[in-house]
């Protein structure tokens, strides 16, 4: 499992959709966020940051399905998924270490991009506007927001591991992301609905722009860990007797 | 499942395997096995089942029926594990054609939890590529890409070695080439090998053993020694006295005899220094004695015949 996940990584650092993809999705909400900032008054440093969250997990909307489907279903069609079953890897360890890649990558795009983001935020508008202690406000809220985000964009993992073609997958991610984004803006003007939103990632990278409580935090955090599990869950469940190409 | 100890040495085999598709029975039965040491030929018309069995033997293609058993495991945790021992070139080789061959096979090392680039350059060096390492795999040629195929299925130093079609589309030096390597691997390395390949003039300078599948089912397998006594049909003589040649066989008990065009064809069991023999004893010159054998193309186009 360590030596094929140190081979997964290898493979993700020395893929062009790696670097390119990350830094689009690293740049572009920096560059929307500076834009903001430079033409918004009164902003607070607070504020600020919120807003590159947002921005951060507007750019990852459109673009992390073009990694997902380049990292994963691009990974069967060059047939590398097949080269490691026939070294001897079970179908189960194969996943993991491709799925681990995947969040490592989506973890390290999403790090960069919120810790550039927030040093923007406070460097141009000052460390002010929160009630809460910077601890709680920012630290915490920027690691759950990382690990809501990683939850978030797994859909697309397991997408990619449904479809074989490479346009294919990267045309579903795209639809996925962007239409499960619109549907919990949609759903979050039914209040009763509310309850329910709150147990999704999706909705999340919204609630979490508002709501820190323990209670939410707490939320957050297990809605993440049980959507990646069922990612993982429901890969294996296509995978593992899939015939490979 | 506990290794099973075994007097035959077979390090796979296969037993009644089966695999559909859709409503076409790619195996119907499958069972064969492969003894360490040898080297095998895969021998079947296109669609007759080769490609199913290798993809099945390389995990690529889950069973439905039957068992694989491979360096004595065949539950689906130990066959991964002897996977392991296994070296793979299946279809084409799995190249990124960006990177350098080196490239490439530390990849593939790395796979298998290795990182040693003095084997790496060895292993180079023994396909005929440490020339050539440090270039882009998408300017090789067909061959030169064939070949370290094969080096990346030593990478992890294989004790059987399983090649899909490893000389397909090679020109015929790119052929001797191939064959010359697989002979020194199984030779100097003692790596069993199983090939398979549409080309059976090739198979037959190459192979130790054979396997024959059409339409799913193994319809024979046999050693190089069988396939050549089996192709051995008739003994073609000529002499300077054919009339008199041709009573004493007679004489000596061989019966199924033809003499036109001036040489005599005998058609009994008999081995060509027994005739040669029996002509010396009674003073008669041969001017020309061959066997005319059946090449493996006409022995696996009549056993093709018979079967349909």
Not at chain 1, 116 to 129: A, L, R
Request: charge should be negative.
């Amino acid at each position: 499992m360590g030596s094929l996940f140190k081979w997964e990584m290898k493979q993700t650092f020395s893929s062009k959709a790696f670097w390119i993809l990350g830094a689009s999705i690293i740049s572009l909400p920096v560059v929307l966020l500076v834009l903001t900032l430079i033409f918004s008054e009164g902003m607070t440093g607070y504020n600020a940051f919120l807003e590159g969250l947002n921005n951060y997990n507007a750019f990852v909307i459109f673009l992390i399905g073009v990694f997902a489907g380049i990292h994963v279903t691009g990974a069967f069609e060059a047939r590398k998924i097949q080269s490691s079953v026939m070294a001897g890897n079970s179908r189960f360890n194969i996943l993991m270490a491709k799925f681990l890649s995947y969040i490592t990558a989506v973890g390290i795009y999403s790090v960069v991009a919120i810790v550039i983001s927030s040093v923007i935020s406070f460097t141009m508008q000052g460390i002010n506007g929160f009630d809460d202690s910077f601890a709680r406000a920012i630290i915490v809220r920027s690691l759950v927001y990382i690990f809501v985000e990683i939850a978030y964009s797994a859909t697309c993992f397991l997408s990619s591991m449904l479809v074989r073609h490479l346009g294919g997958a990267i045309g579903l991610n795209m639809g996925l992301m962007l239409m499960s984004n619109i549907a919990v803006q949609l759903l979050f003007n039914f209040d009763w609905m509310i309850k329910y939103l709150n147990y999704i990632p999706a909705a999340q990278t919204m609630v979490l722009l508002g709501d820190i409580s323990n209670e939410n935090i707490a939320r957050a955090l297990v809605s993440s860990v049980v959507a990646c599990a069922l990612v993982v869950a429901l890969s294996y469940l296509k995978f593992r007797r899939e015939e490979l190409k | 499942m506990e290794d099973i100890q075994d007097m035959s040495d077979a390090i796979l085999r296969i037993n009644n395997l089966s695999k559909t598709y859709g409503a076409k029975k790619a195996l119907d039965g499958v069972s064969f096995e492969v003894e360490r040491g040898k080297i095998y030929g895969f021998i079947g018309e296109n669609g007759a089942g080769k490609t199913t069995a290798i993809r099945a033997i390389t995990g690529l293609s889950p069973i439905e029926n039957g068992t694989i058993e491979l360096f004595g495991k065949s539950d689906s945790k130990g066959l991964a594990e002897a996977r392991r021992k296994m070296g793979c070139l299946v279809e084409s080789p799995i190249l990124d054609m960006r990177k350098t061959a080196k490239e490439n096979l530390m990849l593939q090392e790395l796979l298998y939890g290795n990182k040693d680039s003095a084997k790496v350059d060895k292993i180079l060096a023994r396909v005929g590529l440490e020339d050539v390492k440090n270039k882009k795999v998408g300017n090789f040629s067909l061959g030169m890409k064939q070949r370290l195929g094969i080096a990346l299925a030593l990478i992890n130093d294989p004790e059987l070695l399983i090649l899909d079609e490893p000389v397909n589309g090679l020109d015929p030096m790119g052929m001797v080439d191939v064959r010359e390597l697989l002979v020194s691997l199984c030779k100097e390395d003692g790596i069993t090998i199983v090939v398979s390949s549409h080309i059976l003039a090739e198979l037959y300078q190459l192979a130790t053993d054979y396997i024959i599948i059409s339409h799913g089912h193994i319809i024979s397998t046999l050693s190089k020694e069988e396939l050549d006594n089996l192709c051995a049909t008739h003994i073609v003589m000529e002499t300077e006295h054919n009339d008199e040649a041709m009573r004493i066989l007679t004489s000596n008990g061989i019966s199924t005899l033809n003499s036109n065009e001036g040489a005599i064809s005998i058609y009994d069991k008999v081995e060509t220094k027994d005739v040669a023999q029996l002509m010396y004893d009674h003073k008669i010159l041969i001017t020309q004695l061959t066997k005319h054998e059946r090449t493996l193309e006409e022995y696996y186009i009549e056993l093709l015949g018979r079967e349909a």
